[in-house]
Structure formats: C-alpha cells, structure tokens
C-alpha cells in the first residue's frame, strides 16, 4: 500500500479496476443473490446516503490532513532557506580564513539541500543524503573551531546559527515522511468499495450499463488519487518548489 500511495498515477489506475469491480459485482452478481424488494428501497437508499456521506466526510478530513502536511513542508523549506542565508551572512564575524571555509561548505549544502527537492530517483536521492550528511559534519566541526577559538558572545551566536541550519534539515526531513497513515487508507478503500456495490446493487435501469457505471468509482479514485498526490513529496504532479533555496543559492553564488 505504501508503494501505491508514493505513486498516485499508478494508486488511481488500481483504485479505479477495483471500484468499477465491485459496481459491477453489485449490480450483476450480489442481485442474482439477495433481490431488493419495492418496500425496502427506501431504507437501501438511507444507508447508501450514509455510507456515502461517511466516504465523503473521510476524504474531506484526509484532503485536510494532506493539504496541512504540504503547506508545512513548504513552511519549512522557507524557515530552511532563512537558517542558511543567516548563518551565511553571519560568517563574516569570523576570522577570515574560517569564514570562507564556512561560506564554501553553506553554498555546498544549499546545492545538496535544493537537488534534494528536485530529484525523485532512489540511488540519486541516496547520493545525495550521504553527501549532505558529510557536509553537515564539515560545518559541526567549522562551527566547533569557531566556538573554541573566539569564545564570545559573537562564536555563540555563529554556533546557534549553524545548530539552526542543522535543525532546519531535520525539521524538513521530518515532514517530509510524515503521511496520512495507513490505517485511514485502509478505511476509505473499504467504504469505498462498499459504497460502489451498493451503488451497483441499487442502480437501476441503464445505470448498470455503459459509461455510467465508472461515474462513481473514477469520482473517489480521482479523490484519494489527489490526496496521495499531495500527501507524496516525491511522487506524483504536487511537489513542494524550493524557491527560496533557489533564490538563496542564486544570492549566495552570486
């Protein structure tokens, strides 16, 4: 499920089958079974509604919970892109030969930070977190020079600002897998499949014919399609845009 979710194309093509199926079940095998009577329409029809009505409500909260989920990671992209522009600038209170090397390090680690952002293949993403995570040790240890040889308030606050940038990182990275959770997957496929038997069950006349029966089932694939698009960083059309690491990167390469 984890694999369908990170790829929402290939979530909604699988959500789609399965729901035409189970209206297809519903109107052609589950009536062959138990046949509705006239004087029980009225009640299938209250618990088609609410079954729906659940479904839509469950999507409405999961659409939610998607849509904060990106907005933060594109907060925290932001905060990231704050954290190293300062800590940039404030290496110019160092002597010299430090603060070029933290300069160098700061621009290094904003490139990696941004092809973060950018990149979607596994090995090249693997790459890139090593790198990064040597160049975080780099800048730790610049940082930890600065600390011991100006023992000031000045080094304090270069070694906060580099703790800032290290944080940030983790903040993002943080966000980044941090998913609707399964379990509400899980709960939304299964009212959703029953709320297509029912639908198939229930049609009546050419409803079970034709294109009118993926009207249902492409509606709630295309929803939660767009839920696991929003809620996958690295997945589907819906990414966080590192703007302001690339207007960093252009300021500080500059």
Known sequence: MTVLVDHPEGLFVVLLALFIGAVACGAHVLRRFAVLPPEDREDFNIIQTSTLTLLALLVGFSLSMAVNRYDLRKTLEESEANAIGT?????????????????????????LRLANYTTRAPDALATIVRDTSNVETELWQLATQVAK??????????????????????????????????????????????????????????????????????????????????????????????????????????
């Open 87 to 111: 800590e940039y600038a404030r290496a110019d209170l160092v002597d010299a030969a430090t603060g070029a090397k933290i300069k160098s390090a700061l621009l290094r680690y904003t490139k």
């Open 149 to 254: 040889d100006q023992p000031t308030p000045i080094g304090a606050l270069v070694v906060a600002g580099m703790n800032d940038v290290l944080n940030s990182q983790d903040y993002s990275e943080a966000a980044r897998i941090n998913h609707i959770p399964l379990g509400a997957w899980y709960l939304m496929i299964i009212i959703a499949l029953l709320g297509c038997v029912m639908q198939g069950y229930g049609a009546k006349g050419k409803l079970t014919k034709g294109l009118l029966i993926t009207i249902l089932p492409a509606t709630v694939a295309l929803s939660l399609a767009l839920i696991a698009d929003i809620d996958s960083p690295k997945g589907g059309l819906i990414r966080v845009e590192p703007r302001d690491l690339t207007r960093l990167l252009q300021s500080i390469g500059a």
